[in-house]
């Protein structure tokens, strides 16, 4: 059981695998919430009427929104959520679907490329361990 700090409110809580205690836990669930339900009813909305009518500041949306959390409709520019690495407009995550490919691509080519590095250095290789005691008579 681990004693941590809220890293909103600094109120320690024992840790669960989330960063916030359970109060900022259910009220971010609540902002997501209205902000779901607003969306469903308004999918063309600003950033600015998402924010004013729903109480929830634009940053906790981008938050959801990158999170993958929330998905604009396809309809939806006004947002202006854009690709981290190539800039593309993007409905939801951080990343656009060439980029993620890509990276996804690298990172298994390097994997790849680390595993069979590794096995090739240690070919014939052998493991010898030294015993430092003395055997008593």
Do not use: W
């Amino acid at each position: 059981m681990e004693i941590r700090n809220c890293k909103r409110c600094g109120r320690p809580y024992i840790y669960t695998g989330k960063d916030l205690c359970p109060v900022c836990y259910q009220q971010d669930e609540e902002d997501f919430l209205k902000v779901r339900d607003y969306l469903d009813m308004h999918p063309n909305a600003t950033m600015l009427e998402i924010s004013q009518n729903t109480q929830v500041s634009a940053k906790k949306i981008m938050d959801f929104l990158k999170e993958g959390r929330l998905i604009l409709s396809p309809s939806n520019v006004n947002i202006g959520l854009r690709c981290e690495r190539c800039g593309k407009p993007i409905l939801s995550g951080r990343f656009c679907d060439e980029c993620k490919l890509e990276l996804a691509k690298e990172l298994t080519k390097g994997y790849e490329s680390k595993t069979t590095k590794d096995e090739d250095e240690t070919k014939g290789e052998r493991l010898y361990v030294y015993d430092t005691k003395k055997k008593k008579k």
